[in-house]
């Protein structure tokens, strides 16, 4: 098991650029999560998908937020048009179908992405 | 909507000593409580959970919570802290219903350790 992996770990972009950045979930884990971490505040839910569905959405992802899970497995979360205060670091988290109590299920989160918009 | 929060931005503690980090809910049904760790350069790592049953729960690395509904509260404790604690630590709270497995959390509490 080797974890909840992200790329690129940190990316370096200018205003009105688009970025997109990728997640692999731990194997078989049918839930994957985006959050948002910007500096001094606890990460912020994005979006999920179980298996290749996007559940929910937040309201913070705005229409040049993206986030695909194609095949159930990796997914993408790309940025259009950037802007200054869509830096901060980008966590995805996996985890398994909840047991007997749904909700209750452990995230395993990824080191994050770093986004820093010039 | 959910809510948690951190009444403590940063705590101070010298090696050896207690440590109590406090976190605060509003949830309108019953809670699913988390306490993670974060380190520098290093993902989110759950330290303990609560859903149900006995109210204190035990986690890794020595670390306990209790679950008290009548403050709202989910406090998390160590009885002696070393230095490899030092880290900023995240309380969060568990929807219930359809939007279950949307973590709401609180800004965090930098932990730093004297020796």
């Known amino acids: 098991d080797t974890g909840v992996s992200q790329d690129p770990r940190h990316k370096i972009t200018k205003r009105g650029q688009n970025v997109t950045f990728r997640c692999d979930p731990i194997?078989?884990?049918?839930?994957l999560y985006w959050y948002r971490q910007t500096l001094g505040q606890g990460p912020e839910f994005l979006t999920y998908?179980?298996?290749?569905?996007?559940?929910?959405k937040s309201r913070l992802l705005s229409d040049r937020f993206s986030a695909e899970r194609p095949k159930g497995s990796f997914s993408t979360l790309e940025i259009q048009r950037t802007e200054q205060g869509d830096s901060a670091m980008y966590l995805c988290?996996?985890?398994?179908?909840?047991?007997?109590?749904?909700?209750?299920?452990?995230?395993?989160f990824g080191p994050g992405t770093r986004l820093t918009v010039l | 909507a959910q809510s948690v929060t951190q009444p403590d931005i940063h705590i101070t503690v010298s090696e050896g000593a207690s440590l109590e980090l406090r976190c605060n809910y509003s949830?309108?049904?019953?809670?699913?409580l988390f306490w993670y760790v974060q380190s520098p350069g290093q993902g989110l790592q759950l330290l303990l959970k609560?859903?149900?049953?006995?109210?204190l729960v035990q986690g890794i690395k020595g670390f306990e919570a209790e679950f008290k509904r009548s403050q709202s509260s989910f406090n998390l404790r160590k009885p002696s802290v070393h230095w490899s604690d030092a880290a900023e630590y995240f309380c969060?709270?568990?929807?219930?219903?359809?939007?279950?497995?949307?973590?709401?959390f609180g800004q965090g509490t930098i932990l730093t350790v004297h020796p």
């Open positions: 988290a996996s985890s398994p179908l909840a047991g007997d109590i749904p909700g209750t299920d452990t995230q395993y």
């Open positions: 194997s078989e884990h049918n839930r």
């Open positions: 998908f179980q298996n290749e569905a996007q559940l929910e």
């Open positions: 949830y309108g049904a019953t809670p699913y």
């Open positions: 609560y859903f149900s049953g006995d109210t």
């Open positions: 969060a709270v568990g929807a219930g219903g359809t939007s279950y497995g949307k973590l709401t």
